[in-house]
């Protein structure tokens, strides 16, 4: 006798929501007390070796107007080219440089800043070098998965164009979305979700 099977519904992806500032930014939302400032807030101090820069920008929907409610997070090396992780094994990374750092957008105007140093080179899986870069993560109110791109920095042309990440690119014009504009030590980087500037994302 054939038994029913009875599938089940897709459950629901769910989105940030409204609320994702104040669960990771509450300083910035008006709610003290829970931490002295926000986490991700200081990622250098006066001892962090390195170049010294700035990386800001927005995060532009497919109509091209900023999202106020996004939240970016950066990953990186160090100037020496290491991480701050337990998992780094190939020496010890600048104790005074925290290697990830949290910012919400400005409701006023959507913007995100950075103070940062420009890392090292670190080596693909493969053991080749990658070019200097910024890992990004955004998360915002109707972005179902946290979205992963990197920033490359436009004075490394050399050091591009060997990058067996950027390598893999297929439509080459699409590179240049994951390249900062502007200069050191100001560094521009506009993340777009849709439209023809739309910015390569990582399937990580």
């Not at 893999?168 to 900062?180: D, G, N, P, W």
Request: proline residues 7%.
């Amino acid at each position: 006798m054939v038994q029913n099977l009875g599938y089940l519904k897709e459950t629901p992806s769910q989105t940030a929501g409204p609320y994702v500032h104040i669960g990771l930014t509450p300083n910035f939302c008006g709610i003290e007390g829970i931490f002295p400032t926000d986490l991700g807030t200081a990622m250098v101090n006066e001892k962090t070796l390195g170049q010294r820069i700035t990386v800001s920008g927005r995060v532009v929907d497919g109509a091209g107007a900023p999202l106020r409610d996004a939240v970016v997070e950066i990953w990186q090396a160090d100037a020496a080219g290491l991480y701050n992780s337990p998992s780094e094994l190939r020496g010890t990374a600048d104790p005074n440089f925290a290697g990830w750092g949290r910012c919400p957008a400005r409701a006023e105007d959507g913007l995100y800043r950075f103070e940062t140093i420009k890392p090292g080179r670190v080596p693909f899986k493969d053991g080749r070098r990658m070019a200097p870069h910024i890992t990004f993560w955004i998360v915002a109110r109707g972005i179902n998965i946290g979205l992963h791109t990197r920033m490359y920095f436009p004075e490394e042309t050399e050091a591009n164009a060997a990058d067996p990440l950027l390598a893999r690119v297929e439509h080459r014009e699409r590179v240049a979305t994951l390249i900062a504009g502007g200069a050191a030590p100001d560094y521009v980087f506009d993340i777009h979700l849709q439209g023809e500037k739309e910015t390569v994302f990582l399937d990580i």
